[in-house]
């Protein structure tokens, strides 16, 4: 396995894939770190979408503008709830008792410190605080399948309305599609550059 460091160097956001299917075992591990992903009091506010159906592609290609990477041996779709509620409150707290085999009774301090959050926070505001917190495991996903040299290319560019349509979702929306896979020989943006600024551009010490 590459060092993290490696990985990063290695990884760019793949255009055109192989058919090679990722292995069971590959996908799994990349599965289960990105469940351990943090996230802001653990709300864990998102969902992976695994699209097998070929119909469901097939939608899915149209409404991402034909891009090539949709069409990739494993494809994502990362959701992210429209609002949180007391039903989340409720899946965290549950969550929490089943990991500490405890009562959910013995938690009423953490369930009022969540249900604080979502009480004094306006609904609009959900949207993109949850997609903050997606995108920490959409960060976590990408640095994991470098490590085991799977190539990932993540996609905003595409129809959301017309994805949460397809897919049939109303309280959540999709906010990024994930195309996982090998790259192709053909595919030229493996031989680029990586381009990055330089270390004293994005840290300062002060």
Known sequence: MKSIVEAMQWRYATDK??????????????LEATRLSPSSMNFQPWKYISIQSPELREQIFEAGGK?????????LVLTIPNILTTHNVDNVVLAAAK????????????????????DKTAPEKFFDWSRRQAYISLGVLLSTVAQLEVDAAPME??????????????DSSAVTLI???YRHPEDTHQSW??????????????
């Open 193 to 206: 550059p990586k381009v990055r600024f330089d270390m004293e551009e994005i840290f300062e010490t002060r």
């Open 179 to 181: 195309g996982l896979g």
């Open 157 to 170: 560019g595409f129809d959301a309305p017309r994805v949460n349509e397809i897919l049939g979702l109303t």
């Open 17 to 30: 894939f192989l058919d090679t299917s990722i292995p069971t075992e590959t996908l799994n591990t990349i």
């Open 67 to 75: 891009q090539e990477a949709i069409k990739a041996p494993t494809l």
């Open 99 to 118: 990991a500490r085999n405890a009562d959910p009774s013995t938690l009423t301090g953490y369930r009022s410190m969540l249900q604080g959050f979502v």
